[in-house]
């Protein structure tokens, strides 16, 4: 009863946590219209591991509340995506963009070695999108446009489902992936919170 409980709690607040995930990322671009320290290709990648994550769940007819949450956080990054492309002032690259998610959406369940190897690849991808936001912010030293909440509820999010894919499906490839993406999520958010950190001690000595 209380592991029900628990994992139920689990489920729902991964879900209300993902409604809202991107919430403050898009807050911050919208009110400072730049896009200085987010990583396009962090983003792009991002969204390509969403896709393949939760065709893969519904390929085999995995439990939804197990992977309920990724249509919402692919609306939102489709939507930060957009945002990135208008600030930028290349808008009409996202129709290409478009067309070659939507093809490789449909590429994925054309066969079923597909979506495996696509699976299989998924940390790959995954961990990449970190690699890339942490490289952007090396380089670039700057994490003001960046919200340091939206990568903490994302780690949040990675440890809840770790519980709930062990108590569930006890799928090791999405295991993995959870506990990747967890120590990958961590990093970012430290690494954000530094910069943003020295930033706010070099404006008070100004």
Not at 134 to 162: E, F, H, N, P
Request: proline fraction near 2%; charged fraction near 15%.
């Amino acid at each position: 009863m209380a592991d029900d409980m628990l994992l139920h709690a689990a489920n729902f607040s991964t879900l209300f946590v993902c409604m809202v995930l991107k919430f403050p990322q898009i807050f911050v671009l919208m009110r400072a219209k730049s896009t200085s320290g987010v990583s396009l290709n962090s983003l792009l990648l991002e969204l390509i591991g969403y896709i393949v994550f939760v065709t893969y769940q519904m390929y085999y007819d995995y439990p939804p509340p197990t992977y309920l949450e990724y249509p919402i956080l692919i609306a939102q990054d489709a939507f930060l995506l957009l945002l990135i492309f208008h600030y930028n002032g290349c808008l009409r690259q996202s129709l290409i963009y478009t067309v070659l998610f939507v093809g490789g959406w449909r590429l994925l369940t054309v066969e079923k070695w597909i979506i495996d190897l696509a699976m299989s690849l998924c940390t790959f991808i995954s961990a990449a999108s970190k690699f890339a936001q942490l490289q952007c912010l090396w380089r670039s030293k700057d994490a003001d446009q960046v919200s340091g909440l939206s990568w903490a509820m994302a780690t949040y999010t990675c440890i809840a489902r770790i519980y709930t894919t062990a108590v569930t499906t006890g799928d090791m490839q999405v295991l993995v992936r959870f506990i990747v993406m967890t120590s990958l999520n961590m990093w970012v958010l430290l690494t954000v919170l530094y910069y943003q950190r020295r930033s706010s001690s070099a404006k008070k000595q100004e």
